[in-house]
């Protein structure tokens, strides 16, 4: 256990199944803090949508790390974050780390609740995920090998998160972390296409992009089953987010780690290497 690990504490990982939460309940587990992943196929079931539910996870929790379902962005997201949050507090945590999106005015609205909750806290604003490619909502995409997205040939600073893990690892069992707002990128812009080639190079099938309206993009998303309030608050958060108001470069790892952030053609190689798109092509 790290030397600035309290004995007591309970680290409740909300979202603790999903991409980043699972990492962080991991790196927990590694240095032996008493780890409660909560979401709605956890042993004490979460639910973002039953207030009713909150309660019982937050028993017994002294520190939090908050991953958001489906996305701060979305309508009704501040209003659970506020009543989760001060629920938190009221119960007895003392630290909470939110997950954010950066470029987001509405996940900006999340993140000032946290920090008025009353507790520690700790935002950790990241850009796109790469492993979206992988194991989120583009592995489907990547593995019929065409990535459609609105995106245009915009700059994107594809964070790994490896390191979104190990910040909010940080910020759990490290002093130093409260009250700062790490906004958090990768260490250089790619297009999609650029993406697309790297993902290609790594995975030795070819995988295109194919620039598409935001139009279109709603057909695609509402095809795949997507219910149509979600696809149309989707579009909206990507029409905001990939125009080119998140093409540079952020120094949350930096400052956060004291390293620097890991690379896309390192995150495709390690990827591809665990045959997540050995089936790319292969399918029909
Ligand atoms: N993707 C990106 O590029 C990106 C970039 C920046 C920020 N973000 C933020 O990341 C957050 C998502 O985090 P993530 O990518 O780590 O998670 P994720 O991989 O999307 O996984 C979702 C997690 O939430 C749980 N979940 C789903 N519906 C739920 C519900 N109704 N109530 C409670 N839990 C629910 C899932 O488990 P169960 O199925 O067991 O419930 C799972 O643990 C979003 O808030 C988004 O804004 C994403």
Same mark, same amino acid.
């Given at each position: ?10 680290? +409740?990982?909300?979202?603790?199944? =999903? ?36 309660? $019982?996870?937050?028993? @017994? ?34 630290? #909470?780390?939110? %997950? ?5 005015? &509405?996940?900006?609205?999340? &993140? ?9 806290? !700790? ?17 489907? $995409? ?12 915009? @700059?994107? $600073? ?22 700062? +707002?790490?906004?958090? !990128? ?42 149509? &309030?979600?696809?149309?608050? %989707?579009?909206? +958060? ?10 540079? %470069? ?6 956060? #780690?004291?390293?620097? $952030? ?18 790319? =092509?292969? &399918? =029909?």
């Amino acid at each position: 256990m790290s030397e600035h690990t309290n004995p007591e504490d309970l680290v +409740l990982v909300v979202g603790g199944t =999903g991409k980043s939460g699972r990492r962080v309940a991991e790196r927990l587990d590694a240095v032996g803090l008493p780890v409660r992943r909560a979401s709605r196929s956890s042993a004490i079931p979460f639910d973002w949508e039953d207030p009713s539910t909150w309660a $019982p996870v937050l028993e @017994g929790a002294t520190k939090a790390y908050v991953s958001y379902y489906p996305d701060l962005a979305f309508p009704g997201a501040t209003e659970q974050i506020r009543g989760f949050a001060e629920l938190a507090v009221a119960a007895g945590v003392r630290h #909470l780390v939110l %997950l954010s999106g950066r470029g987001e005015p &509405e996940a900006v609205a999340s &993140e000032k609740v946290v920090q008025d909750a009353g507790a520690d806290w !700790t935002v950790v604003r990241c850009d796109w995920f790469a492993q979206n490619f992988g194991e989120g909502f583009l592995l489907d $995409p990547v593995l019929a090998g065409m990535l459609a997205l609105p995106a245009g040939d915009v @700059g994107v $600073p594809f964070v790994d998160l490896d390191d979104v893990a190990d910040i909010a690892t940080a910020a759990l069992t490290r002093p130093g972390h409260a009250g700062e +707002l790490y906004e958090v !990128t990768g260490p250089r812009l790619l297009t999609f296409a650029d993406a697309a080639a790297e993902l290609s190079a790594a995975s030795g099938r070819e995988i295109r992009y194919l620039p598409v309206t935001s139009e279109q993009f709603a057909e695609v998303l509402t095809g795949v089953g997507l219910p149509p &309030e979600h696809a149309a608050a %989707l579009n909206d +958060l990507f029409a905001e987010i990939l125009d080119g108001r998140n093409a540079n %470069l952020a120094d949350g790892v930096q400052r956060a #780690l004291g390293r620097e $952030p890991k690379d896309f053609t390192a995150y495709a190689r390690a990827a591809a290497a665990t045959g997540v798109w050995a089936a790319i =092509g292969q &399918e =029909g």
